[in-house]
């Protein structure tokens, strides 16, 4: 799992980001591998303000971390689920100890806490039916404290982008 960047964290969630900003993080999401002469060349900018920024951007947390995508299906894991999950009780001592599993299973690569019929949903790679039912049944469900599992295929991939900054 790629470390996350040491940030000092700013107190001030609305951190100012001006047209120069928007454009570094844009040009960072697309290429992470960007370097900074490039992004000073497009930014019109030296390279030293370019690197004062990236590192301002990093230190508040804008840019959380840098991470390569994988292809799921050229690393056999092309079976995706997104699972909901409810549990039995809702303690912060039982969502302590689940969090905990969460983080434990790698299989689940995304996790989120939401409102509704179930508490969490899940996003579950797997290479195959089989492995996603060893998974759902000897991981997932050993839990003491999971109530219902309701586990939806993706049959296919309309839009997945880790684009946020335009």
Same mark, same amino acid.
């Given at each position: 799992?790629?470390?996350?960047?040491?940030?000092?964290?700013?107190?001030?969630?609305?951190?100012?980001?001006?047209?120069?900003?928007?454009?570094?993080? %844009?040009?960072? @999401?697309?290429?992470?591998?960007?370097?900074?002469?490039?992004?000073?060349? &497009?930014? =019109?900018?030296?390279?030293?303000?370019? =690197?004062?920024?990236? &590192?301002?951007?990093?230190?508040?947390?804008?840019? &959380?971390?840098?991470?390569?995508?994988?292809?799921?299906?050229?690393?056999?894991?092309?079976?995706?689920?997104?699972?909901?999950?409810?549990?039995?009780?809702?303690?912060?001592?039982?969502?302590?100890?689940?969090?905990?599993?969460? =983080?434990?299973?790698?299989? $689940?690569?995304?996790?989120?806490? $939401?409102?509704?019929?179930?508490?969490?949903?899940?996003?579950?790679?797997?290479?195959?039916?089989?492995?996603?039912?060893?998974?759902?049944?000897?991981?997932?469900?050993?839990?003491?404290? $999971?109530? %219902?599992?309701?586990?939806?295929?993706?049959?296919?991939?309309?839009? @997945?982008?880790?684009?946020?900054?335009?």
């Amino acid at each position: 799992m790629p470390k996350a960047l040491k940030t000092e964290q700013s107190t001030n969630s609305n951190i100012v980001l001006d047209k120069t900003d928007l454009i570094i993080l %844009n040009l960072l @999401q697309q290429n992470a591998r960007v370097t900074v002469k490039e992004i000073a060349e &497009k930014v =019109h900018l030296s390279t030293t303000p370019v =690197h004062e920024r990236i &590192k301002r951007l990093e230190n508040t947390g804008v840019i &959380k971390q840098y991470a390569a995508l994988v292809d799921h299906s050229k690393v056999k894991k092309g079976l995706m689920v997104i699972c909901y999950v409810s549990l039995k009780e809702h303690s912060k001592t039982a969502g302590t100890k689940f969090i905990k599993l969460i =983080h434990a299973l790698p299989e $689940i690569i995304e996790c989120y806490n $939401i409102s509704g019929e179930f508490d969490f949903m899940l996003k579950v790679v797997a290479e195959n039916m089989d492995t996603y039912y060893d998974f759902h049944v000897n991981k997932l469900s050993q839990s003491e404290n $999971i109530g %219902n599992v309701q586990s939806v295929f993706v049959m296919g991939v309309i839009k @997945q982008t880790h684009v946020l900054v335009h």
